[in-house]
């Protein structure tokens, strides 16, 4: 189906005895979802994920300039994906990818997820769900010793706790408004 503008600019220059039908259907149109994201749960729960975990990585990348932590999310991403830490720039771009990828795939099962319960108190429902994956990596990663992540200091901990927290309100908060439109 052509988008309503390009359909426009094909007939801006007709005019011929169907025109105003013509129009009325552009109208028509143009009053459909032509966004990719507009209608299609999983595109919207991808990228819903992928900016909240852009954001959790902004703020995880603050926090590691700061001292703060010792493990940054592009650490997580590539010892996911390769067994060890980041070692040079081009390891820290793959992990940092492999992490929005990750966060991206976590908000697909969030937007399905959310769709079996009521839509009232979606923010609630985006800090568990935020709580819940950071919960569930922290117990993985300890539960099979899993040595390039450990161990996790106290202060990684808390701000852990802090991004997954805002990640899980950010998903939310974006999934929300994608799924208005």
Known sequence: MLHGAVVTRLLSGYSGPFWPK??????HMKGESTDIVGSDRLVQGLGAGMFAGLIMSILDLILLAR????????????????GTTA?????MVVGQVT??????????VFAYAVVLVSSQNHLLKGWLYGIAVWFSVHFVVNLFAFDPLRPIPTSQVISDFFTASVYGLVLSMALHRLSRK
């Open 67 to 82: 001292g703060w932590i010792e493990f940054a999310y592009y650490d997580w991403g590539l010892s996911l994906i390769k």
């Open 22 to 27: 013509l129009q009325l259907q552009m109208l």
């Open 99 to 108: 992490h929005i990828l990750f966060s991206g795939m976590l908000g697909i």
């Open 87 to 91: 070692h040079n720039l081009f390891e």
